[in-house]
C-alpha cells in the first residue's frame, strides 16, 4: 500500500465531524521505572528488560530483596481513556463515561474533561503502577472501586435506557472497554442489548461498536466464552470490532477450541489463528496488534501491514489503545483494512515516541514521513 497515497487521502478527511462514546474503565497510571544501579543520588541506570527483572526476584528467593522504584509520570490510564484521548486529539466528539471519579472527575481526566461533549463518572478510578522495560511492561493494580460499575448505576447516571440511547443514536463510535478489570461488563453489554437495543434507531450504515477485553488470563473460561457471545449479539445494531494483542489472540483462540500449530512460521500461525478465530466470533471485524505489526479479518478477507518499530520508545503503556483508536478512525472514515491498519500501527508509532496521542494533521505528517524512510 502507498503511504504517501493514504496520505494524500486523509487530507482530504481534514475536518471531518463525528461522535464517540467512549468507557468504561478509568485509572491513575504512574509510570515507573526500577534502579539497577545508582553512581549518586542524582543518576541512575534502570533494570532494562523484565527478565533482568525477573532474574533479580528469583535471586532473592528464600532471602529479602529492595527494588527502588522512580515515579516517572503521572497520567489518565484504562484502555478507554487513553483510547478516547486518542480520538479527541484526532478530531472525535467525546462523551466519556466511566471510573473517572464518583463525587467529582479526578485531576487526571480533568484536560481530557474540559475538552469533551461530556463526562459522566460513576465511580472513582482505580491505581495502576506500570512498570516500563525497554522489551514491555508490567500492570501492577488497585482495582476495588470498579466493582461499584453495574448496569443500574450506570443507567441511573445517564438518564436512563433512553439517555443512552439517545447518545448512541447520534455516534459513530461506540466503545466499552477494559471488560477484565470491570466485574460486572458482560451484565452491563446484556442490559444494553436487552433495554437500549429496541429504542436504537434505524441507520443505513450501522456504527461501529469496539471491544477491548485487556489480559482476560485471570478470568475464567467460562466467562470468557460468555463474553464473546454476548460481543457477537451486538452485530445486530452494530458493526462489532474485537481488538486483541497477540497474547490474547492465543488464549481466545484457546477458549473458542481453536487448533494452534506451533510447528507454522509465526506469520502464518498468526494469519491462521486470526482467520479461525474470526469465523468462530461472526463478528464485523476481528483485529491483532503484536508489537511489530498488526492484521485484521474484515468481510472474511485477512489483512497484514508491518509497523513502523521503535526500539528505544519513550512512553509504551497506551500504545495498544492508541492502535485502536487509529485503527477506530480509518474505519469510521471509510478506509479500507489495510488503510486502517496502517493508520493504526501509525497513531501507535507517533505515540511511543513523543509519549501523547497525535492530532489528525500530525497522524497525516506521521505517515508521509514514514513513507519517506524518516521515521526513527
Known sequence: MNKHELAKKLE??????????MGLDGFVDEIIHLVDKRPDFEHFTRIETIAAFGERISRAAGLSTNVELVPMQVKLGGNGPIMANALLEAGFDLVYIGAVGKSEIHPV?????????????ICDPGHTDAIEFSDGKIMMG???????????????????????AKMLDESELFGMENWTMIPYMSDIWEGIIAEVFPLLKPR????LAFFDLADPEKRTKEDIFRAMKIIGRFEEKFRAVLGLNEKELYEIAEVLDVPV???DAAEVKMQKTVEAVYEKLGIYCLVVHPVRSACCCIGGEYAYVDGPYCAKPILTTGAGDNFNAGFCLGQALGMSPLESLTMGVSTSGFYVRNAR?????????????????NVD
Open 12 to 21: 482530504t478527511k481534514k475536518g471531518f465531524k463525528m461522535s464517540t462514546i
Open 109 to 121: 481526566f480533568q484536560p481530557m474533561a474540559k475538552r469533551a461533549k461530556a463526562v459522566y463518572g
Open 142 to 164: 488497585k482495582y476495588a472501586f470498579l466493582n461499584e460499575m453495574t448496569w443500574d448505576v450506570m443507567k441511573k447516571a445517564m438518564g436512563g435506557a433512553e439517555g443512552i
Open 204 to 207: 443505513e450504515v450501522k456504527p
Open 261 to 263: 500449530n506451533e510447528s
Open 357 to 373: 496521542s497525535p492530532m489528525f494533521e500530525e497522524l497525516i505528517g506521521f505517515i508521509d514521513k514514514w513513507a519517506a524512510g
